[in-house]
């Protein structure tokens, strides 16, 4: 299988805090990928650390490398920008702009200089389609985007992460704060972009994981104890550890 990151040997520090400890892992092409563990493990520090979100966080320090198309993103040549439009994010919050519907789909855009009415009138039709938001929001596409409901503001959250057409999607618990049948929508909306996107997911939910992801990777403590397909992590894991938090008796 093709991989699209390749992480090495990658320890990652708040202050004098290891975080992150020694992390290897391939990130594979058109997969969902689902980080699992119990609060405080560095699931989300290592989401940040494969974007650069990190770059945002004073007094922090990365060790070992990541390969995005062969190239350390943490190399000099790298524009941190530029990489955070081929690898997006989605926040456990929808956390929309408070600008029209249309207007948050563009922004990144407009912020690139695109601003020509009819390339940008494409792209919010196309998009608001593949988040199957289109039939729901088509006769308010010019109010606010905060007029919205909670599960339709995060897809309104994906769309204009994927409006900027990235190849990976990194997702902090993008349903967490979603009820069931906007969780459910969120759900089968991943199963469809992942023909097109690298999905990344960090989920408290282990059925989440398990109904939708295609490799699991379960962090304790700053570790990966344990990374495989998502059928063999939660039938037959190979490490205690991990079967010991698959099956309820920690975290
Ligand atoms: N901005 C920060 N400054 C200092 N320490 C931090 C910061 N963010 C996280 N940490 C610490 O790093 C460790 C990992 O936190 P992280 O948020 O990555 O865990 P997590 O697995 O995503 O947890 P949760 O599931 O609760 O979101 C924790 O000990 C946490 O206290």
Same mark, same amino acid.
């Given at each position: 299988? /093709?991989?699209?990151?390749?992480?090495?040997?990658?320890?990652?520090?708040?202050?004098?805090?290891?975080?992150?400890?020694?992390?290897?892992?391939?990130?594979? !092409?058109?997969? &969902?990928?689902a980080f699992i563990?119990?609060?405080?493990?560095? !699931?989300?520090?290592?989401?940040?650390?494969?974007? +650069?979100?990190?770059? $945002?966080?004073?007094?922090?320090?990365?060790?070992?490398?990541?390969?995005?198309?062969?190239?350390?993103?943490?190399?000099?040549?790298?524009?941190?920008?530029?990489?955070? +439009? +081929? &690898?997006?994010?989605? $926040? @456990?919050?929808?956390?929309? #702009?408070?600008?029209?519907?249309?207007?948050?789909?563009?922004?990144?855009?407009?912020?690139?200089?695109?601003?020509?009415?009819?390339?940008?009138?494409?792209?919010?039709?196309?998009?608001?389609?593949?988040?199957?938001?289109?039939?729901?929001?088509?006769?308010?596409?010019?109010?606010?985007?905060?007029?919205?409901?909670?599960? @339709?503001?995060?897809? %309104?959250?994906?769309? *204009?992460? &994927?409006?900027? @057409?990235?190849?990976?999607?990194?997702?902090?618990e993008?349903t967490?704060?979603?009820?069931?049948?906007?969780?459910?929508?969120? /759900?089968?909306?991943?199963?469809? %972009?992942?023909? /097109?996107?690298?999905?990344?997911i960090v989920t408290h939910s282990?059925?989440q994981a398990?109904?939708?992801?295609? @490799?699991?990777? $379960? #962090?304790?403590?700053? /570790?990966? &104890?344990?990374?495989?397909?998502?059928?063999?992590? $939660?039938?037959?894991? *190979?490490?205690? *550890?991990?079967?010991?938090?698959?099956?309820? *008796?920690?975290?």
């Open positions: 299988m /093709e991989t699209v990151l390749n992480v090495r040997n990658l320890n990652f520090y708040y202050g004098n805090n290891l975080a992150l400890k020694n992390i290897n892992m391939d990130i594979y !092409k058109n997969n &969902i990928t563990g119990p609060s405080g493990c560095g !699931k989300s520090t290592f989401l940040r650390t494969l974007n +650069r979100m990190n770059d $945002f966080i004073e007094n922090t320090k990365v060790e070992g490398e990541i390969l995005f198309e062969g190239k350390n993103i943490y190399s000099k040549e790298i524009d941190p920008v530029e990489l955070r +439009r +081929r &690898i997006g994010m989605v $926040f @456990q919050k929808p956390n929309p #702009f408070p600008k029209t519907i249309y207007e948050n789909i563009v922004y990144g855009l407009r912020n690139n200089g695109v601003n020509k009415k009819d390339i940008l009138d494409e792209v919010v039709e196309k998009t608001l389609k593949s988040v199957a938001l289109y039939d729901e929001v088509k006769d308010k596409i010019y109010k606010s985007a905060l007029e919205l409901s909670g599960g @339709q503001q995060q897809r %309104l959250c994906i769309a *204009r992460a &994927i409006a900027m @057409q990235p190849d990976v999607v990194l997702m902090d993008p967490s704060a979603l009820d069931p049948i906007s969780t459910m929508k969120i /759900e089968e909306l991943l199963l469809e %972009l992942k023909k /097109e996107y690298t999905i990344i282990m059925q398990a109904r939708i992801s295609d @490799q699991t990777a $379960f #962090f304790l403590s700053g /570790e990966v &104890i344990e990374y495989d397909r998502t059928d063999k992590i $939660f039938e037959n894991p *190979r490490d205690k *550890r991990t079967e010991d938090y698959i099956t309820g *008796r920690f975290g």
